[in-house]
């Protein structure tokens, strides 16, 4: 049998007495977090950039954070200009794009626009979700989605979940978005 030096054996006692207590954990990223102050504080700002296919959040003139997009495609471009956030919805699901569905909840039909494609019997549309919508122009916004490295959207700014809702959690009414070509 190996000998094991007695500090090891005492680290060992000591960590799992600590695994075995009630007491509260504090992980690394908590214990420092808790402790410093928001370096960067002001107000929140968005800027879109179409040919980079690249959205960044800002806390006054400092980037806090980048996010990959996909934009609107051919025929649905998204709006480029200055803009500010209109409205905030967690849960939004598209009112023009999405499916048709029986009363089971199954597909009838795909991937429709409600104004043009016409409803099958026995259906009833049910709306595209756009979690973390951030409307900024009517019709317009960004929200978590399907990424293919391209322009794809009907023009709103789809971005990953955990980016989608970084930038929802930080975007306020009024706050300011700018989309660049």
Not at 27 to 47: N, Q
Not at 81 to 95: L, Q, T, Y
Not at 114 to 128: E, I, N, T, V
């Amino acid at each position: 049998m190996k000998h094991i030096p007695h500090f090891k054996i005492l680290g060992l006692a000591l960590l799992a007495l600590g695994l075995s207590s009630c007491g509260t954990y504090h992980t690394v990223t908590d214990l420092v977090t808790s402790h410093v102050p928001e370096r960067h504080t002001g107000k929140a700002s968005i800027v879109v950039d179409l040919s980079e296919q690249e959205a960044y959040l800002y806390r006054g003139k400092h980037q806090t954070a980048s996010s990959r997009i996909s934009s609107g495609r051919e025929g649905h471009r998204t709006p480029i200009g200055r803009f500010a956030v209109i409205r905030k919805d967690i849960d939004h699901r598209s009112s023009l794009y999405g499916n048709y569905v029986n009363d089971a909840g199954r597909i009838v039909k795909a991937n429709v626009d409600s104004r043009k494609d016409s409803k099958p019997a026995h259906s009833h549309f049910a709306g595209a979700p756009m979690p973390f919508f951030v409307e900024f122009s009517p019709g317009y916004g960004l929200h978590q989605g399907y990424l293919p490295g391209v322009p794809a959207s009907h023009g709103c700014i789809r971005m990953p979940y955990w980016k989608a809702r970084q930038f929802y959690e930080a975007a306020r009414v009024g706050t300011t978005v700018i989309v660049r070509p």
